[in-house]
């Protein structure tokens, strides 16, 4: 924000900054197709809205600043690149829109809950939260009251209005509300620097908020409350647990209800659900957070993971770092000033943690012995088992555990060797997630965060090696959320219902490189720093298996599945000759079972299709003269006879699927 001052001190009466100096009367900024707008100083975006035209100045309820979503009522500066936010403007609308539901819903919790505290209420990607301290609990049984007056409070189309107090004053404002984490927020703000605050108010609500918002509490389109929850305030478990009410708004009614078609599939998909049912993993309270991969689980997990690793012994090495390595090695490597909330560790005279990355025992691989040149690049990998303190409000069945495998690769390379390196590994993800059915792939390039470990030097020579690397390619820059130690590339995958999901990494480190002081002998006979490279195709095995689960719902590809056929003979009788079947198709490398329970062969059948099973193999008399076996596919589908040898050479073919990514 222009402050309007020039210099360090006040300018006496009369006297002033050289006219070249002084803040220009007119300002310029770029309108999304490149026009320049002049503007007089301090203009607000509402009024470069009305200096284009009266039905924009109308219809627009925010700007987008230089990427930044912003209120209306606040000044640009000169060289800004604006873009005026209208219901028309699709995905950029729904933040004031949901921003202002957030708000709708606070003050329908307000009305129906007399005494309630408020807390947060932000808009998120699939719509908004509110945080409460409510003076009973609340249930999802409250939602249909709370809806219903959210819908009231919508047809009374009450404006929003926006004003300035000064620290002091919204602080005792708050204060004889009896709203304490407002006064929270307003004295952490203070301890920012701030000297002023917005406020919004609509009817007797008033909340302390940054905007932006829609013009009145009548255009929030269509809401629905989806989950009530638990949440710490600020996150911090030594705060008042608080309950957070997650909900969604979009404009049209239809928009609405495809969404919540989409939630309704993703829980008839929901991978914990679906991991009981197929036997694939299981919880236990013995290891909150701790998965337990049964034996049909961990097949389709680690045939998930050979292609990323199956290569040339030339191109890549398998390595294993140990699991508890001392707490001096985690503070060396940063991993402790960064991590040390996340990270296991105890000890009597020398404490250790046990590992949460693999990264610093890669470095203690390639510091073993003294390295050339000619070794480089050097690439290592390792399947290697991390945990991490996480809290337990946080774990989700796979998706957030404690315990996890990260498919790591370290590369370590001269310079002008890590261009050629990073293609190599952008050319590999793109292979494997195509193996996968994930066709669309966002790519991000995320820079220096706040928190940065290494000089400014350092950052601009990795962030420009990945820029050199991504010529040709589609990314988005993600500015600020690079790894402490070093720039990115990650990668998002969309699943079949739309999800977007974060999974694979490539990150430059010229920090933990000096921090270990690694070196190699150079054809000059000098000592030269590596460059190391980590990369993760998966990211996390487990979270990658639950991705896919949901993704396919449960349906593995055939090469995949953990168990590709099941036999079931008709009786008892058939029991020799199904085992037969099952040895010859195991012998080719198949998975298959016997299924000889005395269920009934119409429930051996059902639980086979309800198990997703891709081929049910069945043998009575007739097989067994003919030397043949009747095939069902998964669905109920009948596929015929084949002769013992024909379905072994077919179903090998099929299962071969996964011989490169």
Request: with cysteine; aromatic share 8%.
């Amino acid at each position: 924000m222009r402050t309007g001052s020039w210099g360090g001190g006040t300018p006496q009466a009369g006297c002033g900054p050289p006219a070249l100096l002084r803040s220009p009367a007119v300002i310029t900024v770029k309108l999304p197709d490149g026009t320049p707008l002049e503007l007089p100083d301090g203009a607000t975006g509402a009024e470069a809205a009305a200096a284009i035209g009266p039905g924009l100045a109308k219809a627009a309820v925010a700007a987008v600043v230089d990427g930044e979503m912003r209120d209306l009522a606040l000044p640009l500066a000169d060289g800004e690149a604006i873009e005026l936010v209208t219901k028309k403007s699709g995905d950029a609308y729904l933040y004031p829109m949901r921003h202002t539901a957030a708000h709708v819903l606070a003050e329908a919790v307000q009305r129906l809950f007399p005494g309630t505290s408020f807390a947060f209420g932000p808009p998120i990607e699939d719509g908004f939260y509110y945080d409460f301290e409510l003076p009973r609990p609340l249930t999802e049984d409250d939602f249909p009251a709370i809806e219903n007056e959210m819908r009231r409070i919508a047809r009374e189309k009450a404006g929003l209005s926006r004003s300035v107090m000064s620290i002091a004053e919204a602080d005792a404002f708050f204060s004889e509300a009896k709203q304490p984490y407002k006064v929270d927020q307003v004295r952490e703000l203070a301890s920012q620097g701030e000297t002023e605050v917005s406020i919004y108010q609509q009817n007797d609500f008033t909340d302390l908020c940054r905007g932006p918002h829609v013009h009145t509490t009548g255009e929030i389109g269509h809401i629905k409350l989806m989950s009530v929850a638990g949440a710490y305030f600020r996150g911090d478990s030594d705060n008042t647990m608080l309950t957070r009410v997650y909900a969604t708004s979009f404009p049209t009614k239809a928009e609405l209800d495809a969404y919540l078609e989409r939630i309704e599939l993703a829980k008839a998909r929901d991978h914990r659900r679906l991991g009981r049912r197929l036997d694939l993993f299981t919880f236990d309270d013995a290891g909150p957070g701790f998965p337990f991969f049964l034996p049909r689980g961990w097949s389709s997990s680690t045939r998930s993971a050979p292609p990323c690793v199956r290569a040339r012994p030339a191109r890549l090495r398998r390595d294993r770092d140990p699991t508890i390595l001392s707490e001096d090695l985690w503070k060396r490597s940063g991993h402790w000033e960064h991590y040390r909330e996340n990270i296991l560790h105890r000890g009597r005279r020398r404490r250790y943690a046990v590992k949460p990355m693999n990264c610093p025992g890669a470095a203690l691989v390639f510091r073993s012995r003294r390295r050339s040149y000619r070794d480089l690049p050097l690439r290592l990998a390792e399947f290697g088992h991390v945990h991490r303190h996480e809290l337990s409000g946080v774990l989700h069945g796979l998706f957030r555990v404690r315990a996890f495998t990260q498919d790591d690769a370290h590369i370590f390379c001269r310079l002008d060797q890590v261009k050629d390196e990073i293609q190599a590994v952008l050319d590999l993800i793109d292979r494997f997630y195509a193996r996968f059915g994930f066709t669309e792939v966002h790519k991000l390039l995320s820079t220096r965060p706040a928190k940065a470990a290494g000089t400014r030097e350092m950052w601009d020579r990795a962030e420009d090696a990945l820029r050199e690397a991504l010529e040709g390619r589609e990314y988005t820059l993600n500015e600020g959320d690079g790894a402490f130690y070093g720039p990115k590339i990650d990668f998002q995958v969309t699943d079949s219902m739309g999800r977007r999901w974060q999974l694979g990494t490539c990150q430059l480190d010229f920090s933990m490189p000096e921090k270990f002081d690694l070196s190699f002998t150079s054809e000059q006979d000098t000592d030269e720093r590596p460059v190391m490279i980590h990369r993760a195709v998966l990211g996390s095995i487990e979270r990658f298996l639950g991705i896919l689960i949901e993704d396919c719902g449960g349906d593995f590809p055939f090469w995949l599945a953990p168990e590709h056929a099941r036999v079931i003979p008709v009786s008892d009788r058939h029991h020799d000759y199904a085992n037969t079947v099952r040895h010859t198709l195991v012998e080719r490398g198949l998975r298959v079972d016997v299924d000889a329970r005395s269920e009934s062969m119409g429930r051996r059948i059902r639980d086979g299709e309800v198990g997703k099973v891709p081929y049910l193999l069945i043998v009575g008399d007739r097989e067994v003269e003919s030397g043949q076996v009747s095939v069902r596919a998964r669905r109920g589908e009948e596929v015929g006879s084949r002769t013992l040898a024909d379905l072994t050479k077919e179903l090998a073919a099929l299962a071969s699927g996964d011989a490169s990514a």
